[in-house]
T-cell receptor, first 117, second 113 residues
Framework: DARVTQTPRHKVTEMGQEVTMRCQPI?????VFWYRQTMMQGLELLAY????????DSGMPKDRFSAEMPDATLATLKIQPSEPRDSAVYFC???????????????FGPGTRLTVL | AQSVTQLGSHVSVSEGALVLLRCNYS??????LFWYVQYPNQGLQLLLK??????LVKGINGFEAEFKKSETSFHLTKPSAHMSDAAEYFC???????????FGAGTQVVVTP
């Protein structure tokens, strides 16, 4: 059955290293979201793509974070350089953009648990 | 701007007892409201949503929620808790044009035998 996949599921790295997280949205979905979950801040929206174009990345620290969609089947979130405060679970979600007054569900991936030492 | 407040970060219920999770929202436009559940080490799963129409919405696993505009609330209930309901529950709000979700802080539910 169709689901959002994320790799890696777990990542431990040292401060200063580059981290790349990948997401494969459900085939046919044209909207991709990146969320970050921490104990202190809860779930925060980092970035939001529609038809591969970034629509809102206001939640993302611009100096070290970047999000892209090289093609419709792949979304990436990069952190360079990583810092201990980036330790969190990063979720990708995909869905169909709202149309005709109807809201379409976002489907979440299992997340990437990042630990920066 | 939209925001969500979930009252109570932890709720403990006995198996078979009523589950009541409270959610209040603020929104400058008609809101779309959601409850998601997160089991340990998993992503979020949609329990139910309110978009338009009937204000009492039923979801999966026996949960339901009622949209009360006058109270700006969207509380989640389940008549009889099961052990499998132990999880974290998130209330969220969205507006149609963006589709992005604003989440509450979450409520951890513990079910005791």
């Amino acid at each position: 059955d169709a689901r959002v996949t994320q790799t890696p599921r777990h990542k431990v790295t040292e401060m200063g290293q580059e981290v790349t997280m990948r997401c494969q949205p459900i085939l046919g979905h044209n909207t991709v979201f990146w969320y970050r979950q921490t104990m202190m801040q809860g779930l925060e929206l980092l970035a939001y793509f529609r038809n591969r174009a970034p629509l809102d990345d206001s939640g993302m620290p611009k100096d070290r974070f970047s999000a892209e969609m090289p093609d419709a089947t792949l979304a990436t979130l990069k952190i360079q350089p990583s810092e201990p405060r980036d330790s969190a679970v990063y979720f990708c979600a995909s869905g169909l953009a709202p149309t005709s007054g109807l809201y379409n569900e976002q489907f979440f991936g299992p997340g990437t648990r990042l630990t920066v030492l | 701007a939209q925001s969500v407040t979930q009252l109570g970060s932890h709720v403990s219920v006995s198996e078979g007892a009523l589950v009541l999770l409270r959610c209040n929202y603020s929104s400058s436009v008609p809101p779309y409201l959601f409850w998601y559940v997160q089991y340990p080490n998993q992503g979020l799963q949609l329990l139910l949503k309110y978009t338009t129409g009937a204000t009492l919405v039923k979801g999966i696993n026996g949960f339901e929620a009622e949209f009360k505009k006058s109270e700006t609330s969207f509380h989640l209930t389940k008549p009889s808790a099961h052990m499998s309901d132990a999880a974290e529950y998130f209330c969220a709000v969205s507006d149609l044009s963006w589709g992005k979700l604003q989440f509450g802080a979450g409520t951890q539910v513990v079910v005791t035998p």
